[in-house]
C-alpha cells in the first residue's frame, strides 16, 4: 500500500502520521490521533460536524486531504480549553444552553468562534448565515443563536 | 477514493512541468476532494498548488483588480480594497457556499472547475474580465464553453485574473437553501455607457443575457431589467426549478443586481 509521512502541529503539539495519501484530514484527526470530538456527520460536506481551525481558519477537515494540511496548525475542539478552564464560546454554548444531543456541537463552537472573529458584534441574522454551513437536527438553532451572542457580549466586557 | 500519486511544487513553472496528461491540479479542494471521495473523480496524479506564493495576490491598479488564482474567497471577501474597487466582487465572493468553504475554496479552482451554477464565472464574464494562464491571456467571453468545459487545455494553470474597475456592479443570487449554489445568479455591470449582464445557473454553464443588456444600455433602471422575457431554448429543467421558472427567474434577479448597483457609489 502507497504511504507517506505528513507532519503537522495539532493543538499545538507537533504530530508526525504514516497514512495512505487517499486519508482525510478529519480520518487523520479522528483515527490516527484519537482526537474524536471532531464529528463525522454526512457524505456530502454540508453539516459541517467536522469543522476545525486550520492556520486560525475554520475549514471542514472531511473536505480535505491530510496532505493539503501538512506543516499547518490544526485546532480542534479539544484544544481550545485550557485544563478546566473552558472556551468563552464552550462557556457560552453551557450557559445558554446550545444544544441538545451534542453531534454538531463541535463544529458549531468551531465555526462561531471564526465567526466572531470577522463580526464581533453579529445581529441575529449574521449569526444565522455565517453558520449556514454547520447543520443541527436537534435544536432549532434558537439556543446556539443565544450562545453566539452571549459570547459575543463576554468578550466585549 | 481511487488511489493517486501526489505533487506539491514550489513554483508555478515547476507545476506546469509535473502534468503528465492524465494529472489533475489541486486548488482548495472544494469540488475536486469531494468528487474524488464520491468516485466521480480517479486522478491518477494530484498537483497541490498549495505550496505556490506566487498564486496568491490581491493587486489593486488604477484600472482593474488582478487577484491570484490561489486567492481564497474568504481572502476576497474581507479584502478592504477589493470592497473599495469593486464592491460587487467582494460581496459575491461572501456569498459563497458558507464560511468554511470560503476559506479553501479558491478563484481560480472555481474557474477551472466551471460548475454551471457557480458565482465566480458570473464575476468574470459580468466584467469582462481576462484569465491569465501560464502560457496565454484568455478574456472572459472566450473562457466559459459548456458544462464543466472551458478554453483551458490540458495542464493549463490559471495563475491570476483581471478585474476591470467599472462604474457599477451588482451581484444578486437566488441561493439554493441546502447547496447555496446559484439556482440564477446574476452579475450586472456598468462602465462607460455599455453594460454587461452575465446570469449562472441557468444553462450549461454561464452566459451574457444580451436582450437585458440592451435593454439597461437603453434605460438603467430594475424595471428595464424586469420588462425583459427570456426565452427557453437552453435553459436547464431540474429538480430545483423548471425551465420556466428559471427563465421568469433571470430577469427578475438582473433586475435586483440592478437595483443593488444603483445603491452603491459610482466606482469609476
Known amino acids: ?157 | 477514493m481511487y488511489t493517486f500519486e501526489y505533487q506539491r511544487p514550489q513554483s508555478i513553472s515547476d507545476a506546469v512541468a509535473a502534468f503528465d496528461g492524465e494529472a489533475k491540479f489541486l486548488a482548495g479542494g472544494q469540488s475536486l476532494v469531494q468528487a474524488m471521495r464520491l468516485r466521480l473523480a480517479n486522478v491518477p496524479l494530484l498537483i497541490d498548488l498549495g505550496g505556490i506564493p506566487q498564486l496568491r495576490q490581491i493587486s489593486i491598479k488604477a484600472d482593474k483588480v488582478v487577484i491570484g488564482a490561489m486567492t481564497r474567497h474568504a481572502e476576497v471577501a474581507h479584502s478592504v480594497e477589493v470592497r473599495n474597487a469593486i464592491p460587487a466582487l467582494a460581496d459575491l465572493a461572501e456569498g459563497i457556499g458558507d464560511q468554511m468553504v470560503r476559506n479553501m475554496g479558491t478563484l481560480g479552482g472555481s474557474l477551472a472547475n466551471a460548475d454551471p451554477a457557480a458565482c465566480y464565472p458570473a464575476a468574470v464574464l459580468g466584467l469582462g474580465a481576462s484569465i491569465q494562464t501560464d502560457r496565454r491571456s484568455i478574456p472572459a467571453d472566450d473562457f466559459f464553453l459548456g458544462l464543466y468545459e472551458t478554453l483551458l487545455e490540458p495542464g493549463e494553470l490559471i495563475v491570476s485574473v483581471s478585474f476591470p474597475r467599472v462604474e457599477r456592479a451588482g451581484y444578486v443570487k437566488f441561493k439554493h437553501p441546502a447547496s447555496r449554489f446559484a439556482v440564477v445568479g446574476a452579475f450586472v455591470s456598468k462602465t462607460s455607457g455599455r453594460v454587461r449582464v452575465a446570469i449562472t445557473g441557468a444553462k450549461a454553464c454561464v452566459f451574457r443575457a444580451t436582450a437585458i443588456e440592451q435593454a439597461l444600455e437603453a434605460d438603467f433602471r430594475p424595471e428595464a431589467a424586469a420588462a425583459v422575457e427570456i426565452g427557453l431554448e437552453d435553459i436547464v429543467s431540474d429538480m430545483n426549478a423548471g425551465a420556466e421558472y428559471r427563465a421568469a427567474l433571470i430577469s427578475v434577479i438582473a433586475s435586483r443586481a440592478v437595483a443593488k448597483a444603483l445603491k452603491q457609489g459610482r466606482r469609476a
Do not use: W
Not at chain 1, 480542534?76 to 444531543?101: K, V
Not at chain 1, 463552537?109 to 472573529?117: C, E, G, N, Y
Open chain 1, 1 to 157: 500500500m502507497n504511504t507517506t509521512t505528513i507532519k503537522l502541529k495539532v493543538n499545538g503539539r507537533e504530530r508526525a502520521v504514516t497514512v495512505d495519501p487517499r486519508t482525510l484530514l478529519v480520518q487523520v484527526i479522528r483515527e490516527h490521533l484519537g482526537l474524536t470530538g471532531t464529528h463525522v456527520g454526512c457524505d456530502t460536506a454540508q453539516c459541517g460536524c467536522c469543522t476545525v481551525h486550520l492556520d486560525g481558519r475554520a475549514v471542514k477537515s472531511c473536505s480535505m486531504l491530510a496532505l493539503q494540511a501538512q506543516g499547518a496548525d490544526v485546532t480542534t475542539i479539544e484544544g481550545i480549553s485550557s485544563g478546566d478552564q473552558l472556551h468563552p464560546m464552550q462557556e457560552a454554548f453551557r450557559e445558554c444552553h446550545g444544544l441538545q444531543c451534542g453531534y454538531c456541537t463541535p463544529g458549531m463552537v468551531m465555526s462561531a468562534i471564526q465567526l466572531l472573529k470577522h463580526y464581533p458584534k453579529p445581529t441575529d441574522e449574521q449569526i444565522r448565515e455565517g453558520l449556514e454551513g454547520n447543520i443541527c437536527r436537534c435544536t432549532g438553532y434558537e439556543n446556539i443563536v443565544r450562545s453566539v451572542q452571549h459570547a459575543a457580549e463576554a468578550a466585549s466586557n
